[in-house]
């Protein structure tokens, strides 16, 4: 039986989508599939925790987890192959150097962030499996009635994330006066990473009462965010999901999704975009 062990990496939004190809590779073959965690265990470095466990608890009856060292030097093998791509799929994000190695028979083993959600009926099937186990665990009868914008800062601001670019306050400012002209809402609250490096006086001025969701524990900001009746996304697998995962139903993400490169390549086309460009 073939077995195809995915590298998980990258924050819960990158998890959610290795989760995804899991769910590909289930419904389009007879296969064993394995999540390589052990990044997250061994290097010390890494600035994002393996949280996937915590919204989906039954992750390790359907798959084998792999970690440890021998995980971490396979781990290490295909980044290593990947850095000395040149050639990009057109389909991909930039970055998103998705790799496959066939290192023993009926054994493969990928890389990547398949950050993409088509309308093919493997990729719907797939999505739909996957929703049903995690919406019962994150999402409430009650959902509540406020405007949430998800204002990505934080490691955004690093040189090695600079590929990303930033979302400047007018664009989404425009986007939520779109949003309350078509409903009413409570209220709105503001997700970010750095309110210390935001002008929240700027929303004040859409005469709705805003509120800086209190942060904390990044599984717990996502089910809040999942949790409102409309989301205003950043260019951020963490807010795309929270739509995703929310069903939300006013929902809109950024027209650009990195510098230069439109959010088309995410797929999702029934999702709204909203003009911005990113700084």
């Known amino acids: 039986m073939k077995t195809h062990e995915i590298i998980v990496r990258g924050g819960l939004g990158n998890q959610l ?11 389009e073959e007879n296969c064993n599939v394995v999540f390589n965690i052990s990044n997250y265990e061994i ?13 989906y608890p039954d992750i390790k009856r359907q798959y084998k987890i792999e970690t440890g060292k021998k995980s971490f030097i396979k781990y290490l093998f295909i980044n290593s192959l990947s850095k000395l791509q040149t050639d990009v799929d057109a389909n991909n994000l930039a970055g998103d150097k998705t790799i496959k190695l066939n290192y023993l028979p009926s054994k493969f083993l990928h890389l990547g962030y398949f950050q993409h959600i088509n309308h093919r009926k493997n990729d719907q099937e797939s999505l739909s499996e996957m929703l049903s186990k995690l919406q019962p665990i994150i999402l409430k009868k009650q959902k509540v009635n406020h405007l949430a914008i998800h204002l990505r800062r934080g490691d955004y601001l690093l040189k090695k994330h600079n590929i990303h670019g930033l979302i400047p306050e007018d664009y989404l400012y425009k986007e939520a006066e779109y949003f309350l002209s078509k409903g009413n809402f409570d209220g709105i609250t503001i997700f970010t990473d750095s309110p210390n490096l935001i002008n929240i006086k700027k929303f004040d001025r859409l005469n709705v009462k805003v509120k800086i969701d209190q942060g904390g524990d990044a599984i717990e900001v996502f089910c809040r965010m999942c949790n409102h009746n409309s989301l205003i996304a950043s260019n ?36 709204r975009r909203y003009l911005c460009h990113l700084e």
Do not use: E, H
Request: proline residues 2%; positive net charge; aromatic residues 16%.
């Open 17 to 27: 989508f290795c989760l995804l190809q899991g769910y590909r590779f289930l419904l």
């Open 43 to 55: 290097n010390k470095n890494i600035n994002r925790k393996f949280c996937l466990d915590l919204i």
């Open 236 to 271: 951020s697998t963490f807010s795309l999901w929270a739509g995703i995962i929310g069903q939300i139903k006013n929902f809109s993400i950024p027209y650009y999704w990195m510098k230069g490169i439109k959010s088309d390549l995410l797929g999702l086309n029934n999702v």
